[in-house]
């Protein structure tokens, strides 16, 4: 029986976003920043994007924490919304590639989608040097739009920006689906792992017979984890989602989901009470990913 509390972990983050996806920090910034924070294990987990994962290896040295290859997949079915976490895969096998261009290639058709949708629904037509300036960017997406509206003088915040205008624009392309993404990442030798379980799309908070339905079909497609520990849970879901990662047999993982200055989120904080008992399913993700914890 494991007795370990989190307090007895060294300091965790896997869920973090650079300038690759929608955070501010640049890979190298964010990297000085797990240093400063005293991070021993992370992940670099941007929105359909790897490139982090080749940008942070070579800058590790002795005494430096230990890093996990990561990524977040946003992805849609009939049933609503999803992030599917990819931890530990090989980046450049053809089965991420495939995935990792799928997602991206549809990112783009969204943000393409989003600037007709504020020309014909809210007038607002961007400037072509700023327009150019966002398809040049790794991965774009709403706080890239909300920032530019601030700029521009359409919103007084990004914050004001998503919630006013860009969450009133409904995309109807083409999404990763959830089953798609988790075959390419347990083909690329990763870990499928359902991001803040209980946040569906908008405000939706997914609980009781809603996530137990939820889980059973993500697992029969091979999701083998749940993000249990994570920055935006109140105790109550924590509980929640950790129940249901020991009643399924599924991994756990900890993350702040931390995206620098466009979110209110300190790196590192995983919401966990340092004095609460470590889940097992944590312990076993640590174990698998060859991470030792003394």
Do not use: W
């Amino acid at each position: 029986m494991n007795h370990q509390t989190m307090e007895d972990l060294p300091k965790i983050d896997l869920h973090m976003h650079t300038t690759v996806s929608d955070g501010t920090d640049s890979p190298e910034a964010i990297l000085e920043r797990v240093r400063e924070e005293g991070i021993r294990l992370f992940s670099v987990t941007d929105h359909d994007a790897v490139k982090a994962a080749r940008i942070i290896p070579p800058l590790l040295g002795g005494g430096d924490p230990f890093f996990v290859t990561g990524a977040e997949f946003s992805c849609r079915d009939e049933e609503g919304k999803y992030h599917i976490l990819g931890y530990g895969f090989d980046p450049d096998s053809a089965p991420m590639l495939e995935l990792i261009e799928t997602g991206h290639r549809f990112r783009m058709e969204k943000l393409m989608g989003r600037i007709e949708h504020l020309r014909q629904e809210f007038g607002i037509v961007l400037p072509e040097e700023e327009r150019e300036r966002l398809l040049k960017e790794d991965n774009p997406g709403k706080p890239h739009i909300g920032n530019l509206l601030t700029r521009l003088g359409y919103a007084e915040s990004k914050d004001q920006a998503i919630r006013e205008i860009l969450n009133h624009i409904h995309y109807d392309g083409e999404y990763v689906r959830p089953e798609e993404a988790i075959r390419c990442i347990l083909k690329g030798g990763g870990i499928p792992v359902l991001a803040h379980p209980t946040y569906g799309d908008g405000d939706q908070l997914i609980l009781g017979e809603a996530m137990e339905k939820r889980l059973r079909r993500l697992t029969s497609f091979g999701l083998e984890g749940l993000e249990g520990y994570y920055s935006g849970f109140t105790a109550r879901i924590r509980q929640e989602v950790l129940g249901f990662a020991e009643q399924f047999g599924l991994y756990v993982t900890a993350g702040s989901d931390y995206h620098g200055a466009n979110k209110l989120v300190r790196l590192g904080d995983i919401g966990a009470l340092a004095s609460e008992p470590c889940a097992e399913g944590l312990l076993r993700f640590l174990e698998r990913i060859r991470f030792h914890t003394v």
